[in-house]
DNA sequence: GGAACGGTGACGTTGCGTAAGTGTGC
DNA sequence: CGCACACTTACGCAACGTCACCGTTC
């Protein structure tokens, strides 16, 4: 079982260059992976990580979870689920299929109340400058 | 300067019911208090708090503004401000209004970026329900 | 070889959760 | 006087920020 043709090995990059373009601090990338949340696929001889597109774009994914409100450990299983399912090799158990499909719902809701909370947010601001034009000393 | 005859002296709520209301633990309550959020206006002789309309208002906004990523140092400094430019009877500093009018332009644009992590959220929420769908056994 | 970059501890901070034991309101 | 409700004190935790000090890359 040797590397697949099509899986050809693509470029690698450090770890400051990753949180740049994810957005994400060195300290946070660092602590994603303490907790087993991305993990860098290979290290240099001398201890430096290096991420490939995947982690990359695993990266990006626990970004964007993050403002839903999930725990790391939540996301991790969510997305280790996600891997699975979409790998066409491994076929997922049902129980875990379940336990995806109930992140999906949870994550549907948490979009649901998280959009209720923009919309109350955007009146304080508007509020807030109504205020302050209102206050205006001619 | 005694009491406003209009500022009538109205009811007030022990910390449960008020918790209830707002939609914030007895603890979360408790510590806004101990940070100087929002401090409840009496208390019982015995020691229990004591919140008015207003106060509950405070929690209100505070709970709204939470969303938007402020410290509670912030808002409590926000709300202060407010707080200062609705009272008629204070006239408020240039450099209070000048850093309220910041406040109001950092709200803005945090609830421009908020906007921008729900859309990609639901992407993703999508995206999973979508992934679900598509490898459905027959 | 030296400037930029990265590594691992280790301690600090914010915003609460969660008892534990005691007092208050009615 | 009992029973729900509240009070303080304290320790715990997640998700990082922030040094400090040392190694790596090129």
Redesign the pocket.
């Known amino acids: 079982v040797t590397k697949d043709p099509h899986v050809s090995q693509s470029e690698t990059y ?4 990753v949180a740049d373009r994810v957005g994400l ?4 990338v ?2 994603y992976e303490e ?1 087993g949340l991305v993990t860098p696929s290979d290290r ?6 290096l991420y490939t597109d995947d982690d990359i774009a695993r990266l990006e994914l626990a970004k964007h979870l ?1 403002p839903l409100g999930f ?3 939540e996301m991790r299983d969510l997305l280790d689920l996600q891997m699975r399912l979409r790998d066409p090799d491994t076929d997922i158990a049902d129980e875990d299929r379940e336990r995806l499909e109930e992140y999906a719902e949870d994550a549907r809701r948490r979009c649901g109340q998280l959009r209720t909370q923009l919309r109350a947010a955007e009146r304080l601001a508007r509020q807030l400058e109504a205020d302050l034009a209102g206050s205006a000393d001619s």
Chains 1, 2 share one sequence.
């Open positions: 450090q770890i400051g260059e601090s060195l300290r946070t660092r602590y907790v240099t001889p001398g201890g430096f990580r993050k725990s790391l450990d």
